[in-house]
């Protein structure tokens, strides 16, 4: 008997379904968006089969659409990541993410004398000289991470 094509997440009415992000990242991804949060609710899926990744991890967010600009950053650690959004059951808007010029937030600085890493309030900020592999300069103290380096500096998990 052959086993029929299922969704890998339940179907939801309005939302955001974040597919092909690379294997057991999605806990991270959900950190990046500022999720779980009380009142929306999330489903994930990990480590499941994919016919382009090998395996892959998928979040469904139900009743929040999220513009391009808020999920840029997950590129960071899910680099083929689709953003499909969902309006009455139907997807209404697919997209790629992508790693733009600038990191914001998301990472500390590895030089542990950069102003960043003091107690005065100022947001961390890297611009990416390389996208693959990753090389990054600190806006502040000029530090240069690597790939391996960036891996280690989430400020999440
Ligand atoms: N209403 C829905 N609720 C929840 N998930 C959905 C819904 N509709 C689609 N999906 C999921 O969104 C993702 C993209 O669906 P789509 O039908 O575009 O698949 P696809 O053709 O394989 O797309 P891609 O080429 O991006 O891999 C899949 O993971 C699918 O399971
Ligand atoms: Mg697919
Ligand atoms: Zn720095």
Redesign the pocket.
């Known amino acids: 008997m052959k086993t029929p094509r299922e969704?890998?997440?339940?179907?939801?009415k309005n939302g955001t379904?974040i597919?092909?992000i690379s294997a057991n990242k999605a806990l991270r991804v959900l950190k990046i968006l500022g999720l779980p949060s009380p009142k929306i609710s999330v489903t994930l899926a990990m480590n499941v089969q994919s016919s382009?990744m090998g395996s892959k991890d998928?979040v469904?967010i139900e009743g929040r659409e999220l513009a391009s600009r808020e999920v840029d950053e997950i590129a960071l650690i899910a680099p083929h990541a689709?953003i499909?959004i969902?309006r009455n059951?139907?997807?209404v808007g697919?997209g790629k993410v992508k790693l733009l010029g600038e990191i914001k937030s998301i990472l500390s600085c590895s030089n542990p004398n950069c102003i960043t890493n003091t107690d005065e309030p100022v947001t961390t900020r890297f611009a990416v000289l390389q996208k693959e592999p990753m090389v990054l300069r600190c806006h502040y103290c000029e530090r240069i991470m690597d790939q391996a380096e960036v891996e280690t500096q989430f400020r999440v998990f």
């Open positions: 969704l890998k997440v339940k179907p939801i379904v597919d092909h382009q998928i469904k689709t499909n969902i059951y139907e997807i697919k």
